[in-house]
């Protein structure tokens, strides 16, 4: 089976997560680099929600994140993961599922210094995933911190603030056809390379 999916969409599905990327940032209104990422506690108790996808490479799909978010305790407590990328324009989806990986500091400085002051501030202001009372309490912090920079050349990267990567194990593609009769294909690790098979729809 492998031979014909290789032929037909080639034996590298992080190059084809890429393409179809490339494809979607074209037609996509919003966000697509938007995924669902989903994990597990220590309990095996999921929980998912949407992050936006940084970088895919041949290590696999890098995100930033608060490690004391629910995800980055969830993370922590059990590294393995799955991410649903779905581009309505196209009508396709992709779905990963493999381990978690922390990425290397030095990303997660590279990619902290590339976003605006604003969300900078956000992210030292806002102690992701934990209640607060009332708007003006999150708003002083964003103050604090705008105060706390004022006139820096820079703002460092929190020390919580963390790149993660999703190493991949598995990666499917579906490509929606008419009557329900959808287009869908998985590749799977072995050791270090992909093999390839056709699923029902």
């Known amino acids: 089976m492998s031979k014909e999916i290789f032929t037909r969409y080639g034996a590298d599905p992080l190059a084809l997560c890429r393409d179809w990327l490339a494809e979607a940032q074209k037609t996509e209104p919003n966000d697509p680099e938007a995924v669902c990422l989903a994990t597990c506690d220590a309990k095996g108790r999921p929980s998912n ?3 936006l996808l940084k970088q895919i490479d041949a290590h696999g799909f890098k995100f930033h994140t608060n490690e004391m978010s629910r995800k980055g305790r ?3 407590e059990n590294p393995f993961a799955a991410m649903c990328l779905y581009w309505k324009s196209l009508r396709r989806q992709i779905r990963i599922e ?3 990986e922390i990425a290397p500091e030095t990303e997660a400085d590279a990619y902290f210094a ?6 900078q501030i956000g992210a030292w202001a806002s102690q992701q ?13 964003v103050k ?10 820079s703002i460092p990267r929190p020390p919580y603030w963390k790149g993660y990567r999703l190493v991949p194990l598995s990666i499917e593609f ?5 009557h329900r009769l959808h287009t869908r294909f998985v590749y799977k690790k072995e050791r270090e390379n992909w093999t390839a ?5």
Do not use: H, N
């Open 49 to 51: 929600r949407m992050v």
């Open 74 to 76: 969830d993370m922590a």
């Open 98 to 100: 493999g381990a978690i």
């Open 114 to 119: 590339t976003r605006s002051i604003e969300r």
């Open 129 to 141: 995933s934990t209640p607060y009372e009332k708007l003006e309490d999150l708003q002083a912090q």
């Open 144 to 153: 604090k911190y705008e105060d706390e920079f004022s006139g820096a050349d």
């Open 174 to 178: 579906w490509i929606a056809q008419e």
């Open 197 to 201: 098979t056709w699923l029902c729809p």
